[in-house]
């Protein structure tokens, strides 16, 4: 059975960091590409930060320069680092594991960024 299970979300101020983590089970994870996503109120998912074939990686305009994805292929986890955050990173992040023929989510991590 496969899992992702995202940790690491919660309430910040604005210019504070968090960091997220997905740890995954059941799937062989250094074949999976894995990205993470985000999902505000009244919005569509968005993705936020991926790896791209090669191990180069992928971001949102709105994140460059202050959120960066990670893994660990030793601890089947992915990482997002989060800096600088704005009210409007505020959302509801999703972890993604995805092959050909293969799409994954966790079951989200809310991060709030509020004074």
């Known amino acids: 059975q496969v899992q992702l299970v995202e940790s690491g979300g919660g309430l910040v101020q604005p210019g504070g960091s968090l960091r997220l983590s997905c740890a995954a089970s059941?799937?062989?994870?250094?074949?999976?590409?894995m990205g993470w996503y985000r999902q505000a109120p009244g919005k569509q998912r968005e993705l936020v930060a991926t790896?791209?074939?090669?191990?180069?990686?992928n971001y949102a305009d709105s994140v460059k320069g202050r959120f960066t994805i990670s893994r660990d292929n030793a601890k089947n986890t992915v990482y997002l680092q989060m800096n600088s955050l704005k009210v409007e990173d505020t959302a509801v992040y999703y972890c993604?594991?995805?092959?050909?023929?293969?799409?994954?989510w966790g079951q989200g991590s809310q991060v709030t960024v509020s004074s």
């Open positions: 993604n594991a995805r092959k050909m023929g293969y799409d994954y």
């Open positions: 059941g799937i062989t994870f250094y074949a999976y590409r």
């Open positions: 790896f791209a074939s090669g191990g180069s990686t």
